[in-house]
């Protein structure tokens, strides 16, 4: 099962998801043209680590029309700017926040709350209305201070909905060496999934640069989806299927899911509450959400929808 970009129709207030994250260097024009007919669910354009510094004028005049290029994919459309105090990152503001095309703007290598408070405020200051009220913000946990200050990075701002994790600068600053299935960073990937979770914002897992079979990848994606992340990050398009499959769940695990969810409705009909066994099944999160959204309700109405489900 995997849901298409393509495809999603989206109800009024809800937001695109976002399994995959592309990057796609805007000094590579095979790869531009490529991403405006990818499955991608985030189109991210690098301004940043994939640009040499002797371009960044020429990337920054040329990324309006790139972003204005027709597409025929339904892809949400990013820009990763240069990292704040690069001495880039504020003309890279003033050209990306006049388009109306971008709706996510990716600070790399974010170490404090006034990193995001910086972008904030130009935001506020030089974006049109209609901008300032669409662009939201993903902050890359890339170092071992990040870590430490990613509570505070983590609830400093409303227009940060996501926090990502870098993994190779991150492997840098912390002087970790990686072996097989990469051990060594369960602690980092935790920590930015939990921190993602308790205050309500989506977590991105990180990027694989490395010639991997395409099990050893699907491994690696399966292993973020069950550390909490919602999505991952990608360099080419054949990574993107096998992000989708991962972090969709199998139509199997969605058919036992929606029984229990039944049987519960049902359960708490008759004036029952959640048994042990459904607390301890895979499926114990969504049921008993379900529950706390459902149960000031009356009977009436639980029977009803319990009748429409059946």
Excluded: W
């Excluded at 990057?23 to 690098?46: G, N, Q, R």
């Excluded at 990324?63 to 339904?74: C, D, H, Q, V």
Aim: net charge negative; proline share 3%.
């Amino acid at each position: 099962m995997v849901f298409s970009t393509k495809e999603e129709k989206l109800a009024p207030g809800y937001k695109k998801i976002r399994r995959s994250l592309l990057y796609v260097p805007i000094c590579d024009e095979e790869a531009i043209t490529k991403s405006l007919s990818t499955e991608a669910d985030l189109v991210m354009y690098d301004m940043e680590d994939t640009v040499p510094l002797d371009l960044k004028i020429e990337s920054r005049e040329k990324i309006l029309s790139i972003l204005e290029l027709p597409r025929s994919s339904r892809s949400e459309i990013g820009v990763r700017i240069n990292s704040i105090g690069s001495g880039y990152e504020l003309d890279d503001l003033y050209a990306v926040l006049k388009s109306d095309k971008v709706s996510v703007l990716l600070i790399p290598k974010v170490e404090s709350p006034s990193d995001l408070h910086f972008v904030t405020n130009v935001i506020n200051t030089v974006a049109s209305e209609a901008v300032r009220s669409r662009v939201t913000l993903i902050a890359a946990i890339e170092t071992s201070l990040a870590m430490m200050n990613i509570k505070e990075i983590a609830s400093c701002c409303n227009r940060l909905d996501t926090l990502m994790f870098a993994v190779h600068d991150y492997c840098i600053s912390a002087e970790i060496t990686r072996s097989a299935k990469t051990p060594e960073l369960y602690y980092a990937r935790s920590l930015v999934s939990n921190a993602a979770h308790a205050y309500g914002l989506e977590c991105i897992d990180m990027i694989n640069t490395d010639q991997v079979t395409e099990e050893a990848f699907k491994d690696e994606c399966l292993a973020g989806y069950r550390m909490g992340f919602s999505g991952k990050q990608a360099i080419c398009e054949n990574q993107i299927y096998t992000i989708h499959v991962s972090y969709c769940p199998d139509p199997e695990t969605v058919k036992k899911a929606i029984q229990k969810f039944k049987f519960t409705i049902f359960r708490i009909f008759i004036g029952q509450g959640v048994s042990l066994e459904e607390q301890e099944s895979a499926e114990s999160t969504l049921i008993l959400f379900l529950n706390k959204e459902n149960i000031h309700y009356s009977k009436p109405f639980l029977a009803r929808h319990f009748l429409e489900l059946v």
